[in-house]
C-alpha cells in the first residue's frame, strides 16, 4: 500500500485538475481509509492509504489519475452495530461525492456488512467477505463541457406548465428516435421528443429520479428492476442506465448534452431528487456507501437503540439532517446540479422528512433556512411533496415561502368531484381558485400549488377512468401494494352494454380532469403520456415494471385527446385570467363595477352563502373577470384578458344552464368536455338564455360583444 500525497481536504470527492486527482472523503468516526484505484480492466490496481485527515476529512493526492479512473473506499474502525458504528474494510464503497458511478451491484453475502444468512436474524458479526467484485465503481470525470451561451429559459410561475415524465419512458418506444438513443437523456433530447413537448405546449420537464440509483435485492429476486429510482446512492451522480455514451464519464456529458437542448427549446429541467433516504435500507440492509463511511453522521438512528433506523420515508431509513455534513451533503448536491448541470429546480421526494429535526416537522428547521439564504438555491424553482410516512408528516399548505407544493388535496377534491362523490362544491371553489385556504395566511400566491390529477405514484389518468380496482398482480406482491382507494369511477356506466358509450364517457371524464386542472388558478403538472391515452392496464404501482407497462407506447396515441390537451395549455397560455399571481378578492376593486370573480347556479343566479353549504350541489359555474386582473406586464401597463365563464357539471343527467345577466347578451362557446373536436364560438349564448350542458361535462364560454 503506498501513501498519497497530501492533497486537499475540500472540495470533497474526486478533483481532476489536468496533472492528477485529489480525492477527499468526511468520516468522523473512522481509524483509517484506503483509496482503491482499478486498471482498465476493473481489476484492483493500487492501493493508497489517505494519511492527512483534516476537520473530519480525509484526503490524499495522486499524480497521473485523471478522467476515466474507476474507484472506491475502504474505511476502518469499529464495527458495533449496538452503538451505531458499522465500519467494515472489507467492504468497497461508493464515493457520497461520485460525479458518476460504473457498474451495477451483483447481489450476494458480500455486499452486507454483516455475516450474511437466508434469515439475516442476526447482524451482531462482521462480513469477512470482499464486496469489491459485487460492487459499481465511483469514476472521476472531466467537468469542462460546451455549454455555449447556453441560459435557463427562468419560466415565470404563472406561464410554467410542468411535464412528469420519465427519462426511459419517454422515448424507449418512440419510433421516431433512433433506437441507439431510445430510453437515455440523447434520446428525450432528440428532436422528435422536444417536438412533441413544444407541439403540446409544456414549458417544463420534471424527471423521475436521475441521481444513481439501485435496484433492490427482493427485486431482482422477481426478475424486475427499479424503474422509477427512488432507491438513490448517489447524489452527484447521473443514473448511468440512461446514457448511451459510456459510463466511465460519458453519461455527466450526454446530460449536459440534454440540458442544453431542452433550454434552446425554451423547456426548464426540474429534477425529483431523493434527499430523505438512501437505497441502503434498514439495519439488515447492504453496505454500499453512506454506512460504511458514517453510519451515525448519514443516518438518523433510534436515540434509545442506535442499531435501528429512524424510519418516517417506509424506505427502512431517513437521511440524518440534523448532521452539519449530512446538510452539506443535500446543499452541496443541489448547487452541483444548479452550477454544474444547469438544472433549473427541483421536486423534493418525501419533504417533510427533510424538516424534522427531532420528531415534528418543523417549518424554521435547518434545511429550510439554509436554503432560503443561499444565493444559488433560492433563485431555482422549488417543489415539495409535503408528506411523508411518520406521524405528523402531512403537511399540505405547511411550507414557508420560496416554496411550491405539489397539492394533494387538489388531486382528491377534484377526483371526488368528477366521480360523483363529492359533498358540494365548497371545497371545490377553494382548488379552483388556487386553495387560498392553503396558501394565503404565509404569503404565498396561487402558484405554491401545483395541481395535479395524476402523478407516476397512482393510475394513469385513463386508467383512473377505467379500472375500480388496481392490477398489481405483476408486482409480484399479490396486488396488496399500491393504493387501495380508486373508489367508483364507473358511475353511470354500470348496466351499459354500449361499448361506444362506455368509452364516450370514459372519454369525457378524462377530458373533464384534465380541463378542471387548467382552468384553476396554479401550476398545472401533467403526467406524461396522459395526453396520449396511456394505459398500465390497471396497475397504479408500476415502480417496478421496467417494460412495455410504464413506457410510452407511441404507436396507440387518442388524436382527440392529444388535440384537447394542445387546446387546453394555449388556452391558458392565452388567457391571463387564468395564470393570475395574487389570489381573487371576491369584492368589487378600485376603479371596477364587477367582481374579479362571481359564483352562480345553474339557474343564472349569484351563489349566496346559503348554497354553498348544499352537499348534493353538483353543477357551478365560476365567472373570472378578465378586466380585473392585479398584475401587470413588463413594461408596468395593466394586463387585459377576456372574461371567462366556467360551468361545471358532474350530475349524471344533461340540464339546461341559464347565463348570467348583466354581462353582455353574447358569450361565445371555447370549449367542451362533451364536444372535443368543436371548433371555438359554434355555439353562442346570449344574455339570459338557456345552454345546454351535457352530463359530467365542463363547458367554458368567452365574453363577447356586448
Known amino acids: ?397 405547511n411550507f414557508p415561502v420560496l416554496w411550491a407544493e405539489w397539492n394533494g388535496k387538489y388531486r382528491d377534491t377534484v377526483r371526488d368531484y368528477w366521480r360523483g362523490g363529492a359533498t358540494g362544491v365548497a371545497d371545490l371553489a377553494y382548488r379552483l381558485t388556487g386553495s387560498s385556504d392553503l396558501y394565503q395566511g404565509d404569503g404565498r400566491g396561487p402558484f405554491a400549488s401545483i395541481n395535479f390529477v395524476t402523478a407516476h405514484d397512482g393510475f394513469t389518468l385513463r386508467d383512473l377512468v377505467t379500472y375500480n380496482q388496481k392490477h398489481n398482480e405483476a408486482n409480484g406482491e399479490g396486488n396488496k401494494d399500491g393504493s387501495d382507494d380508486n373508489r367508483s369511477w364507473n358511475c353511470g356506466v354500470e348496466g351499459e352494454t354500449d361499448d361506444a358509450a362506455i368509452n364516450e364517457l370514459r372519454g369525457r371524464q378524462r377530458r373533464n380532469l384534465l380541463a378542471t386542472m387548467f382552468l384553476s388558478q396554479g401550476c398545472p403538472m401533467m403526467l406524461q403520456g396522459d395526453e396520449l391515452g396511456r394505459t398500465q392496464r390497471g396497475n397504479n404501482n408500476a415502480y417496478c415494471q421496467d417494460n412495455e407497462t410504464s413506457w410510452v407506447d407511441w404507436e396507440a396515441v387518442d388524436e382527440t385527446m392529444l388535440a384537447f390537451a394542445r387546446r387546453l395549455v394555449a388556452l391558458r397560455a392565452a388567457q391571463p385570467v387564468l395564470r393570475r399571481q395574487r389570489f381573487f378578492q371576491g369584492q368589487v376593486g378600485r376603479g371596477f363595477h364587477r367582481k374579479d370573480i362571481t359564483w352562480f347556479r345553474r339557474d343564472g343566479r349569484e351563489m349566496g352563502d346559503e348554497h354553498w353549504g348544499n352537499e348534493a350541489r353538483q353543477s357551478l359555474g365560476m365567472l373570472v373577470n378578465g378586466e380585473l386582473i392585479p398584475d401587470r406586464g413588463p413594461r408596468g401597463e395593466r394586463i387585459v384578458g377576456d372574461t371567462l365563464l366556467v360551468l361545471l357539471h358532474s350530475g349524471a343527467e344533461d340540464t339546461l344552464w341559464r347565463l348570467p345577466a348583466g354581462w353582455g347578451k353574447r358569450w361565445e362557446v371555447v370549449l367542451d368536455s362533451a364536444r372535443p373536436d368543436e371548433e371555438p364560438g359554434t355555439r353562442c349564448g346570449g344574455e339570459e338564455e338557456a345552454l345546454e350542458v351535457t352530463s359530467r361535462s365542463l363547458v367554458v364560454l368567452r365574453q363577447g360583444d356586448h
Open 1 to 397: 500500500m503506498k501513501a498519497a500525497w497530501p492533497g486537499h481536504h475540500v472540495p470533497l470527492g474526486a478533483t481532476w485538475d489536468g496533472e492528477g486527482t485529489n480525492f477527499a472523503l468526511f468520516s468522523e468516526h473512522a481509524e483509517a481509509v484506503e483509496l482503491v484505484l482499478f486498471d482498465p480492466s476493473g481489476r484492483q490496481g493500487v492501493f493508497y492509504e489517505l494519511v492527512e485527515r483534516t476537520d473530519l476529512h480525509w484526503h490524499g493526492y495522486v499524480y497521473g489519475v485523471g478522467p476515466g479512473q474507476h474507484y472506491g473506499f475502504r474505511v476502518h474502525g469499529r464495527y458495533a452495530p449496538g452503538g451505531g458504528l458499522r465500519y467494515n474494510p472489507n467492504k468497497l464503497l461508493i464515493d457520497p461525492y461520485a460525479r458518476a458511478v460504473a457498474g451495477e451491484i451483483r447481489w450476494g453475502p458480500e455486499v452486507f456488512g454483516y455475516a450474511w444468512t437466508e434469515d439475516r436474524s442476526n447482524d451482531d458479526v462482521p462480513s469477512k467477505l470482499d464486496s469489491e467484485p459485487c460492487m459499481p465503481r465511483a469514476v472521476v470525470i472531466d467537468h469542462n463541457f460546451p455549454w455555449g451561451d447556453d441560459r435557463r429559459p427562468d419560466t415565470s410561475w404563472a406561464d410554467t406548465v410542468i411535464y412528469e415524465t420519465h427519462v426511459k419512458g419517454f422515448t424507449q418506444r418512440h419510433p421516431d428516435v433512433p433506437r441507439e438513443l431510445r430510453g437515455t437523456y440523447a434520446g428525450l433530447s432528440h428532436p422528435a421528443a422536444i417536438d412533441h413537448l413544444i407541439r403540446l405546449g409544456v414549458t417544463a420537464v420534471e424527471l423521475m429520479p436521475v441521481h444513481h440509483f439501485i435496484d433492490p435485492k427482493q427485486l431482482i429476486d422477481r426478475g424486475l428492476r427499479n424503474y422509477w429510482g427512488y432507491d438513490s446512492i448517489g447524489y452527484f451522480a447521473p443514473e448511468a442506465r440512461y446514457s448511451s455514451a459510456g459510463t466511465h464519464g460519458g453519461q455527466v456529458r450526454e446530460f449536459k448534452a440534454m440540458v442544453r437542448a431542452l433550454h434552446r427549446a425554451g423547456l426548464e429541467v426540474i429534477l425529483d431528487v431523493v434527499y430523505n433516504h438512501t437505497g441502503e435500507g434498514n439495519h439488515l440492509g447492504p453496505t454500499l456507501s453512506f454506512r460504511g463511511i458514517d453510519n451515525q453522521a448519514y443516518y438518523r438512528l433510534l436515540d434509545d437503540n442506535p442499531r435501528l433506523y429512524f424510519d418516517v420515508t417506509g424506505t427502512g431509513n431517513t437521511l440524518n439532517v440534523r448532521q452539519p455534513q449530512t446538510l452539506r451533503l443535500i446543499m452541496d448536491s443541489l448547487r452541483y446540479w444548479v452550477l454544474e448541470m444547469h438544472v433549473d429546480g427541483f421536486r423534493f421526494d418525501l419533504a417533510s422528512a427533510l424538516a424534522r429535526e427531532f420528531f415534528e416537522v418543523d417549518r424554521l428547521s435547518a434545511f429550510f433556512d439554509i436554503i432560503h439564504q443561499d444565493p444559488v438555491l433560492s433563485q431555482v424553482k422549488l417543489i415539495a411533496e409535503p408528506w411523508d410516512v411518520g406521524m405528523g408528516g402531512y403537511q399540505v399548505g
